[in-house]
């Protein structure tokens, strides 16, 4: 590549595993400053993706690229701290204090004892996440959607004070949480894009996918089917085809979209009455 | 989320800051603590037995031993601190560290504070590599070899325990994460393959195979030697130089094998350093005294109550605390009932099996 830019870059990757593949010739873009929306059904290859994106699994065809320069061949640390990925599970069964669980963040950055440096910038982070009163908590007694925000504040004290630049990854952040706590936990994706990051989220909820994405795909057996702004990837049709449920878009207020998902053996006479765009056929 | 810092954080800062810097502080003394209480229980141990020697023949004998002629020691207490219960206490103290160290990195590497190296089968398989050196080669043999007998015993005790610990790991991780019930139940297994093998052994053995076989299962740090001694403190030597410069990553494997490498860890490097570092510890220790059980299990609790999971300085903890208080154990069971002496594991089983069961009531809800 001759264009050097920040950009983390997927091209026709492909994983297979046990026989059969679960992703499939996948290309994907994350530029800085936008939060990517991944929605698709369970098993379409979002976690997949997610882990070739960080270097966790390479790619059996096809390459990973981090501003244009091979992702397998970059130093782990190096990638450390420019890569964040929030995985489904964090299981800790061990009574280690929350501040502890975030300053592990600092290990992409500073191995040795921890300086005060450490520690400003895990006190930011747990203040950014609103967990700083957590501090001294034991983190198994934690709840749901405290655990959570520990670990984003693990992941910002890894990328440390400056994210720009940096690409976070999502894997389904919101799955466990109640209502508040998912607007809470998006929004942090994207204030983590105003500051300069690349924020790519997996969501199974699509209306939050468009409420809070600048860009959505959409995956299905392992193929990205459809990548672009929310309304297109995310357009009724896509659905209907991706999920095999009927879906229709719904104008709440001028502007404000709302996508009502059916089951798909429901016949017409039960369809709602909100006032519809039309179903895209 | 604000995108500036907030103030109020700014304010607060220096005296969190402070707080932090106090808590971190008051661990460092805590470690020193263990050492401390380690040095302690050893003179404790040196002490005390079939003949009292008092707290200045202790220290003049062990001056006197590296060459300084102080004190008041006579010929006979000093015979009796250098030969007899020098190399004894120096065993326990070693037995107790390695145990407790493979300890603290099973449970750090299995993801369970339930992880003890005699409840996963890793005792059993270094057990079952000794015995069959011991009973395949004959004893006697074994005996005019010496030194080098012991290294070889040791080296089988590893080769046992090695394979266990990374047939346990295999089994008992799916998809980088844990499965207790999984490793516990695979444990079991292997527990009792191990000890059909070591069955037949038994079978095969004569009379005097038996009598060695039967008291080193049960444990013991009596009758030692110092080269004995020598090879259980480079086994532990080597341990710790594979299992320390595993602590930051140890940290981050409890979240899980992702987050390792996420944070820029080689999963594959520090898997194997800790499956190294933990059977060579165990194997080392049960070629040395046999089976102790429980001590593995009930010493990393302890340390962390007091130094929290930090490994950086749990492993230090876990080690001193361990050695001191098997030293300690020693010293109960050749007193308690002198001039006979009980099996080592009699005193740890009798402390750790209830402990055991109480970190299970008390977990019940938390794990599986």
Request: glycine share 10%; hydrophobic share 50%; with cysteine.
């Amino acid at each position: 590549m001759d264009v050097r830019r920040t950009s983390l870059h997927a091209h026709a990757a492909t994983v297979n595993r046990g026989g059969r593949s679960i992703l499939r010739g996948a290309s994907i873009e994350l530029d800085p400053g936008e939060v990517v929306g991944g929605g698709g059904p369970i098993g379409a290859g979002k976690s997949t993706l997610i882990d070739v994106l960080s270097a966790g699994t390479a790619p059996d065809t096809g390459r990973v690229e981090l501003d244009g320069r091979s992702l397998a061949t970059y130093p782990d640390l190096e990638r450390a701290q420019r890569i964040a990925v929030l995985p489904q599970t964090s299981s800790l069964a061990f009574p280690m204090q929350v501040l502890d669980v975030v300053l592990l963040g600092r290990l992409a950055r500073s191995r040795g004892p921890v300086r005060d440096h450490d520690r400003v910038i895990a006190a930011r982070s747990m203040d950014a996440l609103d967990v700083l009163h957590l501090e001294a908590r034991t983190y198994p007694t934690l709840s749901g959607g405290e655990k959570q925000r520990v670990q984003i504040a693990r992941i910002m004290t890894q990328l440390g004070e400056d994210v720009s630049g940096c690409f976070v990854l999502f894997d389904e952040p919101i799955a466990g949480l109640d209502v508040a706590q998912q607007f809470r936990c998006l929004e942090v994706a994207r204030a983590l894009a105003e500051q300069g990051a690349s924020v790519l989220v997996s969501l199974h909820d699509l209306n939050l996918a468009m409420v809070y994405t600048d860009r959505a795909i959409l995956m299905n057996r392992g193929h990205i089917v459809a990548d672009g702004s929310p309304g297109s990837a995310l357009a009724p049709n896509n659905i209907e085809t991706v999920f095999e449920v009927r879906a229709y878009r719904a104008e709440l207020s001028p502007g404000v979209f709302h996508l009502v998902l059916q089951h798909s053996t429901l016949d017409d006479s039960e369809e709602n009455s909100l006032s519809q765009e039309g179903r895209h056929d | 989320m604000n995108k500036s810092p907030s103030a109020a954080l700014d304010r607060s800062l220096p005296e969190l800051l402070e707080t932090w810097r106090v808590r971190a502080r008051r661990n460092s003394l805590l470690l020193v603590t263990t050492g401390v209480f380690a040095l302690l229980c050893t003179l404790l141990a040196l002490r005390f037995g079939a003949m009292a020697i008092d707290t200045a023949a202790v220290l003049s004998s062990l001056v006197k031993s590296i060459g300084l002629d102080v004190g008041s020691a006579t010929t006979l207490e000093y015979e009796v601190i250098t030969a007899i219960r020098g190399p004894r206490v120096a065993r326990g103290f070693l037995v107790g560290a390695s145990l407790s160290l493979a300890g603290a990195a099973m449970q750090g590497m299995f993801r369970i504070p339930l992880a003890d190296p005699g409840l996963i089968g890793v005792s059993a398989g270094a057990g079952a590599g000794a015995a069959a050196m011991i009973i395949l080669f004959d004893v006697a043999a074994l005996a005019l070899l010496g030194p080098l007998a012991w290294l070889g015993v040791s080296i089988a005790a590893f080769a046992g325990g090695l394979g266990a610990t990374a047939l346990v790991y295999a089994i008992g991780t799916v998809g980088g994460q844990s499965r207790i019930a999984i490793m516990l139940l695979a444990g079991i297994a292997l527990s009792s393959v191990v000890g059909a093998f070591t069955g037949f052994l038994v079978f095969l053995a004569d009379d005097a195979q038996l009598r060695t076989l039967t008291f080193w299962t049960l444990g013991s740090v009596g009758d030692a030697s110092w080269s004995m001694v020598a090879v259980a403190a480079i086994g532990l030597g080597l341990s710790v130089s594979l299992l320390y410069p595993c602590r930051y990553a140890l940290n981050v494997w409890l979240l899980g094998e992702r987050q390792v490498h996420q944070l820029g860890f080689s999963v594959r490097r520090t898997r194997r350093l800790l499956i190294a570092g933990a059977a060579l510890a165990v194997s080392l220790a049960v070629a040395v005294a046999g089976v102790v059980s429980f001590v593995g299990l009930v010493i990393p609790h302890i340390a962390r109550l007091l130094v929290g999971s930090d490994h950086e300085r749990l492993f230090p903890a876990t080690l001193l605390l361990g050695g001191g208080l098997l030293v300690l154990a020693d010293l109960v069971a050749r007193t308690i009932a002198a001039p006979a002496e009980m099996p080592l594991s009699v005193i740890t089983a009798l402390i750790g099996g209830p402990f055991f069961l109480f970190l299970i009531v008390r977990n019940r809800a938390s794990w599986m």
